[in-house]
C-alpha cells in the first residue's frame, strides 16, 4: 500500500506553499507568513529521509514539531519516519492523535490504513480509507489502496471457505487470480535488454536503476525521490521543490505505469561516479513512449543515487 509523504497539492498553490494553502482551506491556526518560514524544514526532513539518514530526519522534524506542535504535514512526515526505522506502534499513535485533530484531512486516514494493512488488520484499514476517501472523494492513492485491501480481505475469505471445503475447484481459482495481480504489482516491470554482457544485472549500479524504476512504476513516491542525490540537479535549472512536486503531480496522477530499461550500458569515470545510457520505454493510461536516456550517479554511503539526468524529446 502506499505511504503519503505529503499532503495533496492545493489548486491554489504548489506543494511547497502548503500550509497556507490547508490553512486557508481548513481554518487552521497557521498564518501564511508560516509557510514561508516551514518550506525548508520540510525539504530538509525530506532529504534526510530520501537520503536514509532517519536519525536525522526524525531529529530535524522534533526540533520543528517542539515550536509548531500543531503542525500536522511535520507530524505526518515523522510518522513515516517513524514507520521506515519500524516504529509501527508509534507512528499509528501519532497518526492516530493527528487523525483526531484534524479529521478533515485525508492523508493521517491513509497513512493509518497502510500501517493497519502491515500488521494485517485489514477491517481497520478498509474503514480507515473509507474515512480517507469520505474527506477527499477524489484522493487517488487512497482508492487504489482500497481495492488492494479489498482483494486481501477477499483473499482471506476464499481461505476460510477453502478450509470449510477443500474440494472446491473455484476457489483455488479465484485465490491464485488474486496472488497474482498482487505479484504482478509487487514485480512490476523492469526489464533489461538480452544484449547486455551477462553479469550486468549484479552491478549495484543497475540494482539502483532498477530500483529506481520500479518504484516509478508502482507510484511509489517516497521510493522514488530516494532514488535521487540531495544535490540533484534537474534539468533547464528547474529548482528543485518545483521539480519534485511536478514529479509528483504527474506520477500519482496516473492510473497506470510500466517502466523498462533496455540497451543498458554503464561507463565509471571515477570509483565513485557512473554514468549510465539506456532506452526508457514508459508505458501510462494509454500512452506509449521511448526515449534514450543518460543518467549521472554517485555513490553516497554505499548507495548509487542519481545526479543528473537528460532524454532525447
Known sequence: ???????????ACAWVLWACAWATA???????AFADNG???YGEVMQAMNSGKLSQAQALADAYISSNPRDPQMRVLKAEV????????EAIS?????RAEYPELPEPYNNLAALYAKQGAYDKARAALEMA??????????????????AKLASEQYAQALALNPASLSLPVKMDRLSQVFENASNAAVSIDGTNPPDLANEPVVKALQAWAKAWSLRDM?????????????????????????????????KRIQVGLKDLRIQYPTDHTAVATFLETYQADGLSLTHQ????LKRIDNRWLIVRESADE
Not at 133 to 150: C, F, H, Q, S, W
Not at 224 to 251: C, G, H, M, N, V
Request: aromatic letters at 12%.
Open 222 to 254: 517516497p521510493a522514488y525521490l530516494a532514488s535521487y542525490a540531495p544535490d540533484f540537479q534537474p534539468a533547464k535549472q528547474q529548482a528543485f521543490d518545483q521539480w519534485r512536486t511536478e514529479r509528483y503531480q504527474r506520477i500519482t496522477s496516473r
Open 39 to 41: 518550506v525548508n524544514h
Open 133 to 150: 476517501i469520505k474527506a477527499n472523494p477524489r484522493y487517488l492513492t487512497a482508492i487504489e489502496n482500497l481495492g488492494d485491501v479489498y
Open 293 to 296: 536516456k543518460v543518467m549521472e
Open 94 to 98: 501519532l497518526l492516530e492523535t493527528l
Open 1 to 11: 500500500m502506499k505511504f503519503a509523504s505529503s499532503f495533496l497539492p492545493s489548486k
Open 26 to 32: 481548513f481554518g487552521l491556526n497557521a498564518p501564511c
Open 82 to 89: 517513524l514507520s521506515l526505522q519500524g516504529q509501527t506502534v
